[in-house]
């Protein structure tokens, strides 16, 4: 067993401290656990932040004054100890955040009923305080919701996504180490059989691809403006094919976090892909300009090879780069 509860302690705390917190006391909330000089990470348009206060002022006060009686609905909850050189103990947290929408958010209107915000969280935690912290919330979900959709339909489903199928996401105690190393192996394996097919003279089709390291029915919970797809013969249609066909060429950036505890793993970059934006994407048409995708990825293992897997992009980030500011549309719309 490799034991990283010190780790999650202080994330629980965090948690906690958080929930009961106000716009108005959500910058002394965040110092209780976040170090002075915290570098934290937050989608389009709050980008990188220093500091408690500056987290609090740019994202967590405007989202606390628009979203009422905000829960945690956390669906995954793991740590691990950073396989990159970047090092790193890190603690993972996903699920949504339910509240009541009842103040405009960043332009988008409110409704006065439930909306469930889409969050995956990264905190690097050392000496009992978090120095790190990355936070993906999905905005394109939440216009989705409350009928404020700023792009054309989508390749695949647009719905509140569940937690694993299996229920068991919530790794509150110590994993078996053997465990947590298949998990980061079928991981590191599948980005592996990514670079490979690009780089093969003759390279495996799709389907073989795929069947390497993912079951049949596996189910892909993709960012909103993609949607979520299911079995790898849906995945490769409404997913995959448009990706590696309407996109030119693309730039592999890294990771910052990549681990794994028991049967769940994840890893995030910033940015971890940059490409051309050569074809129609998003059902919008090409740019001819090169953009960064900021992405989150969390896997559930189930045996031998991947079940599900929990996609978070930066997609405002995305489309801002290549000229469409999605977040200005809505506030003149609002006018």
């Not at 105690?173 to 059989?193: P, V, Y």
């Not at 403006?225 to 066909?245: E, L, N, S």
């Amino acid at each position: 067993m490799t034991d990283f509860s010190s780790a999650k302690a202080c994330v629980q705390a965090h948690h906690a401290a958080m929930a009961a917190a106000t716009s108005e006391t959500v910058a002394s909330a965040l110092g209780q656990h976040l170090a002075p000089e915290v570098t934290w990470r937050g989608m389009h348009p709050f980008h990188v932040q220093t500091g408690p206060d500056a987290v609090a002022k740019e994202f967590w006060a405007p989202f606390l004054r628009a979203m009422s009686r905000v829960q945690r609905r956390e669906d995954v909850f793991f740590a691990g100890d950073n396989h990159l050189e970047t090092g790193g103990r890190w603690v993972a947290s996903m699920g949504h955040f339910m509240a009541l929408f009842d103040a405009p958010f960043l332009g988008i209107q409110p409704t006065g009923k439930i909306v469930m915000v889409r969050y995956a969280e990264f905190s690097r935690v050392e000496n009992d305080q978090i120095i790190e912290q990355a936070l993906f919330i999905d905005l394109l979900h939440l216009m989705a919701q409350v009928g404020q959709y700023p792009l054309p339909d989508m390749t695949g489903a647009q719905l509140v996504q569940p937690g694993p199928m299996t229920h068991d996401g919530l790794l509150r105690d110590a994993q078996d180490a053997t465990e947590s190393a298949k998990t980061l192996f079928l991981i590191e394996r599948m980005i592996g059989a990514i670079d490979n097919a690009n780089k093969a003279e003759n390279p495996p089709t799709p389907q073989e691809e795929l069947a390497q390291d993912w079951l049949d029915d596996m189910i892909w919970w993709g960012p909103t403006g993609i949607g979520a797809t299911y079995t790898i013969d849906r995945y490769i249609q409404q997913h995959q094919k448009p990706f590696r066909t309407q996109l030119g060429a693309r730039k592999f950036n890294g990771h910052i976090c990549r681990m794994a505890e028991g049967s769940y793993g994840g890893f995030f970059g910033w940015a971890n892909l940059t490409m051309e934006c050569t074809g129609p994407y998003l059902g919008l048409p090409p740019s001819g300009k090169w953009a960064d995708m900021r992405v989150v990825d969390i896997y559930r293992r189930d045996g031998d090879k991947l079940a599900e897997n929990w996609v978070f992009i930066d997609m405002l980030h995305f489309l801002n780069m290549q000229g469409l500011d999605v977040l200005a549309q809505l506030s003149v719309r609002a006018r």
